[in-house]
């Protein structure tokens, strides 16, 4: 079992969670993800890794909650525990193995629960001796999460609302325009975490800036270990599995049409048969609704 020590609300149906797994935190590093069941018979739940503590033993996630499973790890309090932690899973920032990355330029772009996986980032580059810049986006400002903790890490936020309740009202691409045509900031690296819409446009425009740039992929994903095969993308014309071969990947190369399209047929019997029947023996079955392989 897997005790929570820590458990808060950080806005409407999002929620932070300190949980005690020594080995994970002993391995864990920015941009990589955990599994957790509730109990036995629970669904597998995949969510960033937001923080880790490896002297204490405690990883931090944070979750919004979008069903019953989410749901019922809302309920859950300290003093309570998960019954599987699995990770670290998938690879780590690739900034961690770039040489060069104390001479860099790099901006954020974290929208919603997003926000989450760039701390850790960002974090571990402040360590580095390097200040990012943050753009974080929301609908309003009652659900910007973890905007102190990223104004100590940070170099600068800037917060982007749809209602302007908050920072600039519009969207994190009018923020990130801004800071590059009108202030004349340069960037060597974006990293963009968040809906994969808001992805999709932020990579449309760094790529008209002329801004490398990293997406962090979530999509719909099961076992964690490129078995079920659900969590496949196509990057650059080639087949990827997040979960294995990511999370990180070139945003410019992503097709994100592609990957919203899966998420939204995943979701249905009939669309769960057409992916078997288009995909074949990648499809790898496994995912628990298809039955397993072809």
């Avoid at 079992?1 to 808060?8: F, T, W």
């Avoid at 989410?70 to 309090?77: C, D, K, P, S, V």
């Avoid at 008209?208 to 076992?223: A, R, W």
Wanted: charged share 25%; hydrophobic share 40%.
């Amino acid at each position: 079992m897997y005790p929570i020590r820590r458990a808060e609300k950080l806005a409407d149906k999002i929620y932070l969670m300190d949980v005690e797994a020594p080995r994970t935190a002993r391995s864990a590093e920015p941009g990589q993800f955990l599994i957790v069941k509730i109990d036995a018979r629970g669904e597998r739940i995949p969510l960033t890794i937001c923080d880790y503590d490896r002297e204490r033993g405690l990883v931090t996630i944070v979750f919004q909650v979008v069903g019953a499973s989410t749901e019922r790890m809302a309920a859950l309090g300290v003093g309570d525990a998960f019954d599987t932690v699995v990770g670290p899973l998938g690879r780590p920032s690739e900034m961690l193995a770039d040489p060069d990355i104390r001479q860099k330029k790099v901006l954020f772009v974290a929208g919603g629960v997003g926000t989450a996986p760039v701390y850790p980032q960002v974090k571990w580059l402040r360590a580095q001796g390097v200040a990012a810049d943050v753009v974080i986006g929301a609908r309003s400002a009652d659900l910007l999460i973890l905007q102190g903790e990223m104004e100590a890490v940070a170099g600068g936020v800037y917060i982007a609302t749809n209602d302007g309740s908050a920072g600039v009202q519009g969207m994190v691409t009018d923020v990130v325009r801004d800071l590059v045509q009108r202030q004349g900031r340069r960037y060597d690296l974006c990293v963009a975490i968040g809906p994969m819409v808001m992805m999709k446009f932020t990579a449309q425009l760094t790529r008209e800036l002329g801004i490398p740039t990293v997406v962090s992929l979530n999509p719909i994903m099961v076992d964690g270990t490129g078995m079920c095969g659900a969590c496949r993308v196509s990057v650059g014309g080639q087949t990827r599995f997040a979960c294995v071969d990511g999370p990180e990947f070139d945003g410019h190369l992503v097709d994100f049409d592609g990957a919203m399209k899966r998420q939204q047929m995943y979701r249905t019997e009939e669309g769960r048969a057409l992916l078997r029947l288009r995909e074949g023996k990648t499809h790898r079955g496994g995912c628990g609704h298809c039955g397993g392989e072809d």
